[in-house]
């Protein structure tokens, strides 16, 4: 059974930092890119951060987050991982890992980020 599940969600003030985090399970993780995705109330969702496979490739950022937000992955613990930081009260969003391989793409429950003070 494929499984991705993020956790490391909360409430925070803005400025601080947050690490995100998806277990993945049921596929082979290592090779499969990595995207973190977000969505905000009343918004599409949107990309912000892509790692490929190894995690020694390509990585990209949404630009709103260039700067200020980190994506890794650790193939050995099947994990990925997503480190935010000067957190802004615009980047409150439901956070939703996505696993890709081709066609194959496979996506998590998502973990709420609320910035606020």
């Known amino acids: 059974q494929v499984q991705l599940v993020e956790s490391g969600g909360g409430l925070v003030q803005p400025g601080e930092a947050l690490t995100l985090s998806c277990a993945a399970s049921?596929?082979?993780?290592?090779?499969?890119?990595i995207q973190w995705h977000r969505q905000a109330p009343g918004k599409e969702r949107e990309l912000v951060a892509g790692?490929?496979?190894?995690?020694?490739?390509?990585?990209l950022y949404a630009d709103s987050v260039k700067g200020r937000f980190t994506i890794s992955r650790d193939n050995s613990k099947n994990t990925a991982f997503l480190q935010m930081s000067s957190l802004k009260p615009e980047d409150t969003a439901v956070y939703y890992c996505?696993?890709?391989?081709?066609?194959?793409?496979?996506w998590g429950q998502g973990t709420l980020v609320t910035v606020s003070s």
């Open positions: 996505k696993a890709i391989m081709g066609r194959s793409a496979y």
């Open positions: 049921g596929f082979t993780f290592n090779t499969y890119a």
């Open positions: 790692i490929s496979s190894n995690g020694n490739g390509n990585i």
